[in-house]
């Protein structure tokens, strides 16, 4: 394994960047799941369909920006998308008849 790039990490930013390089993305978007299951146990008192819908929307934004630096990979996006606009459906549909 080259870890070339490990040694010419100079601050903690260029540790992620090599990191993430290293790991094709991985490493962001495992820290975006955390932030979801966070975001997820921090909402879940307003009911699973609210605390879906806004850790869903909170990590699908952070995942544009991550996206816009090139640090996360296209398809994370397309998930977190999907959480948001699934579990919006379902609160706008089956969750308030309930």
Avoid: H, W
């Avoid at 909170?58 to 994370?76: M, Q, R, T």
């Amino acid at each position: 394994m080259n870890i070339t790039g490990l040694q010419n990490a100079e601050t903690f930013s260029d540790l992620i960047i090599y990191n993430n390089e290293i790991t094709s993305g991985l490493l962001t978007g495992s820290f975006l799941i955390f932030f979801f299951i966070v975001f997820l146990m921090l909402f879940r008192r307003q009911g699973l369909d609210t605390a879906m819908a806004t850790a869903g929307l909170i990590c699908f934004v952070i995942s544009i920006f991550l996206k816009a630096a090139n640090l996360v990979a296209f398809p994370v996006v397309v998930v977190f998308f999907l959480i948001t606009a699934f579990s919006i459906f379902y609160r706008t549909t089956i969750g308030k008849s309930r």
